[in-house]
């Protein structure tokens, strides 16, 4: 075998949906066979969806995972296929499973289990011990999971290093952030040049609840060079042929390589994988290298996959949502009719006393260019009716947050009424400014089904507003709301700059505080302004309660407020500050 095609398919599957899953990785087994693919890999936790959480604590789900399993291994005959799934053999383990020719060959557990951020695996599985190379006709390649091969010395170097391997698959889920794609690929094509051997790697699509995947499986040659590159955010079939001579032919020039210590007797453990008789296959174009978006793209991108996913993953087809005018409910509006289709999306303006004109007209302006249906309620009349029914108990109390408060929870009912009757998801909008420092109104403005831009700054979402003008080659989303000062149109003339800091001095404060983990002491020392740090920090610490109750929303950041973010609401931990007051909005 002098040449090796390998087939990565990133797909999107969907969390528990086993029998569903399990026929798109067949259907995707049946492509890479048509294409002659001689080894196929697919990510991990492809039966299961990723991450199941707590359904593996459930028996028969992981007896149905590994029912399908058996499915694909038998499917595989005629080819080596390699795939990702919760396996149970005295202690549960994240696995991937590699079949060949019909028969299990063997499964790699993953060794190094995540336990930050958004990842508790060590919840659920136990920690894989060993490491195991395979050998098919003389090409000997090694197998592993996710996070093992973030790690310098973790078991792709020893399958390297003490097995020979000369290609190194890993299958993973990895979900996306901002300029993580970078690192990732700086980082494996470091590990294809430190240990002289290809390296593929196979990732998830798609969205599921707080995160999103962005794909974009790489193949990188034992030089460290790129040869393949899949798309983000897109389900795709990527294809390339390896020379499998070329890792040996590199060691020999890398003095590094010839370094190496003896192979360990018995370290990693070796199968021998029958070979398979060479069929004929189409000629094979030169392997695909995708383009990576650029920034703004690619977070509106990651935005619309994760609405699109966790709106059909959940059985709707439509969503409903509050149209102010304001810039927030005008970028999730865009985003819910690129990833729904504009007959999909109802808006719904709901103005009172202190709605302006502009702002009704910027809302109807919007829908029209979108071609998304929106409806009028005006909710003066109901707002006056609450009034009237809580003056006895008020009394002569002055107009305050209280009665500002009442007018989004009367949207937020409204909201739910057109939810429960026609079946449509609420589409919360506020942003991560707002979220952050409790900028919101409880069982107003926070209620609803998904909270798409929960995750996107202030000062981001301005940007990736004018980004998608520019792409539309108009103003989908109008000028004047890109300009105005943004208001929450609560009482009158009222900004946000009267309750906050401007948004392009909290949101560095912000980032500094909740994604780079940097004290209250640490940021001042390091420039921002000492009042505006006691005042965002702890406007964040005494809203963790308002978050709780929020809707999930996709993560963009390398930090996000849900599972990223785990504080204990009853909490009187105050970190040093100078002094300084903050306003909390109830």
Same mark, same amino acid.
């Given at each position: 075998m002098?040449?090796?095609r390998?087939?990565?398919?990133?797909?999107?599957p969907t969390?528990?949906?086993?029998?569903?899953?399990?026929a798109?990785?067949?259907?995707?087994?049946?492509?890479?066979?048509?294409a002659?693919a001689?080894i196929i890999?697919?990510?991990?936790?492809?039966?299961?969806?990723y991450?199941?959480?707590?359904?593996?604590?459930?028996p028969d789900?992981?007896?149905?995972?590994m029912a399908?399993?058996?499915?694909?291994v038998r499917?595989?005959?005629?080819?080596?296929?390699?795939?990702g799934?919760?396996?149970?053999?005295?202690d549960?383990?994240?696995a991937a499973?590699?079949?060949?020719?019909?028969?299990l060959?063997?499964?790699?557990a993953k060794?190094?289990?995540?336990?930050?951020?958004?990842?508790d695996?060590n919840?659920y599985f136990?920690?894989?011990?060993?490491?195991?190379?395979?050998d098919?006709a003389?090409?000997?390649?090694?197998?592993?999971?996710?996070?093992?091969?973030?790690?310098p010395?973790?078991p792709p170097t020893?399958?390297?290093?003490?097995?020979g391997?000369?290609?190194?698959?890993?299958?993973?889920?990895?979900p996306?952030?901002?300029?993580?794609?970078?690192?990732?690929?700086?980082?494996?094509?470091?590990?294809a040049a430190d240990n002289g051997a290809?390296?593929?790697?196979?990732?998830?699509?798609?969205?599921?609840?707080?995160?999103?995947?962005?794909?974009q499986?790489?193949v990188?040659g034992?030089?460290?060079v790129?040869l393949?590159?899949?798309?983000?955010?897109?389900?795709?079939?990527?294809?390339?042929?390896?020379?499998i001579d070329?890792p040996?032919?590199q060691?020999?020039?890398?003095?590094?390589?010839?370094?190496w210590e003896p192979?360990?007797a018995?370290c990693?453990?070796r199968v021998?994988?029958?070979?398979?008789?060479?069929?004929?296959?189409?000629? @094979?174009?030169?392997?695909a290298?995708?383009?990576? %978006?650029?920034p &703004?793209?690619?977070?509106?991108?990651a /935005? $619309?996959?994760? +609405?699109?996913?966790?709106?059909?993953k959940?059985?709707?087809?439509g969503?409903?949502?509050g149209?102010?005018?304001?810039?927030?409910?005008?970028?999730?509006?865009v985003i819910?009719a690129d990833?729904?289709?504009p007959?999909?999306?109802?808006g719904?303006?709901m103005?009172t006393r202190?709605?302006?004109?502009?702002s009704?007209?910027?809302?109807e302006?919007?829908a029209?260019?979108?071609g998304?249906?929106?409806?009028?309620v005006?909710?003066?009349p109901?707002?006056q009716?609450?009034l009237q029914?809580?003056a006895?108990?008020?009394g002569?109390r002055p107009?305050?947050?209280?009665?500002?408060? @009442?007018q989004?929870?009367?949207?937020?009912?409204? %909201?739910?009424a &057109?939810s429960?009757?026609?079946?449509? /998801? $609420?589409?919360? +909008?506020?942003?991560?400014s707002?979220v952050?420092?409790?900028?919101?109104?409880?069982?107003?403005?926070?209620?609803?089904g998904?909270?798409?831009i929960?995750?996107v700054?202030?000062t981001?979402?301005?940007?990736v507003?004018?980004?998608?003008?520019?792409?539309?080659?108009?103003?989908l989303i109008?000028e004047r709301?890109?300009?105005?000062?943004p208001?929450a149109?609560?009482?009158?003339?009222?900004?946000?700059?009267?309750?906050?800091p401007e948004?392009d001095v909290?949101?560095?404060?912000?980032?500094?505080?909740?994604e780079l983990?940097l004290?209250?002491t640490?940021m001042?020392?390091?420039? @921002?302004d000492?009042?505006?740090?006691?005042?965002v920090?702890r406007l964040?610490?005494r809203?963790?309660?308002?978050r709780r109750?929020s809707?999930?929303?996709p993560?963009?950041t390398p930090?996000?407020?849900?599972?990223d973010w785990?504080l204990?609401?009853v909490?009187r931990y105050?970190?040093?500050?100078?002094?300084?007051?903050?306003?909390?909005k109830p």
């Amino acid at each position: 075998m002098a040449t090796l095609r390998l087939a990565l398919s990133q797909i999107n599957p969907t969390v528990g949906d086993v029998g569903g899953n399990a026929a798109a990785i067949l259907a995707q087994l049946d492509a890479a066979k048509a294409a002659g693919a001689d080894i196929i890999v697919f990510p991990e936790m492809a039966v299961s969806g990723y991450p199941p959480e707590d359904l593996l604590l459930k028996p028969d789900f992981v007896a149905a995972c590994m029912a399908a399993a058996q499915d694909i291994v038998r499917a595989s005959r005629g080819t080596t296929v390699i795939f990702g799934c919760p396996w149970l053999d005295g202690d549960l383990v994240n696995a991937a499973v590699t079949a060949h020719d019909g028969t299990l060959a063997g499964v790699s557990a993953k060794r190094f289990l995540p336990n930050y951020g958004v990842f508790d695996e060590n919840r659920y599985f136990a920690t894989g011990r060993g490491t195991t190379v395979y050998d098919r006709a003389g090409l000997v390649f090694g197998v592993s999971v996710c996070e093992d091969i973030w790690y310098p010395d973790g078991p792709p170097t020893e399958q390297a290093k003490h097995g020979g391997a000369r290609l190194l698959i890993n299958i993973s889920a990895s979900p996306y952030h901002m300029d993580k794609g970078v690192s990732r690929q700086r980082m494996l094509a470091t590990r294809a040049a430190d240990n002289g051997a290809f390296v593929a790697y196979a990732n998830l699509v798609g969205g599921q609840d707080e995160l999103v995947f962005d794909g974009q499986s790489l193949v990188f040659g034992p030089d460290g060079v790129l040869l393949a590159r899949g798309p983000q955010f897109t389900e795709d079939l990527l294809v390339c042929d390896l020379d499998i001579d070329q890792p040996t032919r590199q060691r020999l020039l890398d003095p590094r390589c010839r370094k190496w210590e003896p192979v360990p007797a018995g370290c990693p453990a070796r199968v021998f994988l029958p070979d398979l008789p060479a069929v004929p296959r189409p000629r @094979l174009a030169e392997p695909a290298i995708a383009p990576c %978006l650029g920034p &703004l793209e690619e977070v509106y991108r990651a /935005l $619309v996959v994760a +609405t699109r996913d966790y709106v059909r993953k959940s059985g709707f087809t439509g969503v409903t949502l509050g149209l102010s005018g304001g810039i927030d409910s005008s970028l999730t509006a865009v985003i819910a009719a690129d990833a729904l289709g504009p007959h999909n999306v109802l808006g719904v303006a709901m103005p009172t006393r202190f709605s302006s004109d502009d702002s009704l007209e910027d809302a109807e302006a919007l829908a029209a260019r979108l071609g998304i249906e929106c409806k009028t309620v005006v909710i003066e009349p109901i707002f006056q009716a609450f009034l009237q029914a809580l003056a006895p108990l008020f009394g002569d109390r002055p107009f305050d947050v209280t009665e500002e408060n @009442l007018q989004p929870r009367i949207r937020g009912t409204l %909201l739910m009424a &057109l939810s429960n009757k026609f079946g449509r /998801l $609420v589409l919360t +909008t506020g942003n991560k400014s707002e979220v952050g420092v409790g900028y919101s109104t409880l069982y107003g403005d926070t209620a609803g089904g998904y909270a798409v831009i929960k995750d996107v700054p202030k000062t981001l979402v301005y940007a990736v507003c004018r980004w998608r003008n520019e792409q539309a080659g108009l103003d989908l989303i109008p000028e004047r709301v890109l300009v105005k000062p943004p208001t929450a149109e609560l009482r009158p003339n009222q900004k946000d700059s009267d309750s906050l800091p401007e948004y392009d001095v909290l949101d560095p404060v912000l980032r500094a505080y909740v994604e780079l983990g940097l004290s209250p002491t640490t940021m001042v020392e390091r420039g @921002l302004d000492a009042a505006v740090v006691d005042r965002v920090t702890r406007l964040v610490d005494r809203n963790e309660y308002k978050r709780r109750q929020s809707p999930p929303g996709p993560k963009i950041t390398p930090r996000a407020f849900g599972k990223d973010w785990r504080l204990p609401i009853v909490n009187r931990y105050a970190p040093k500050r100078g002094p300084g007051e903050a306003d909390k909005k109830p």
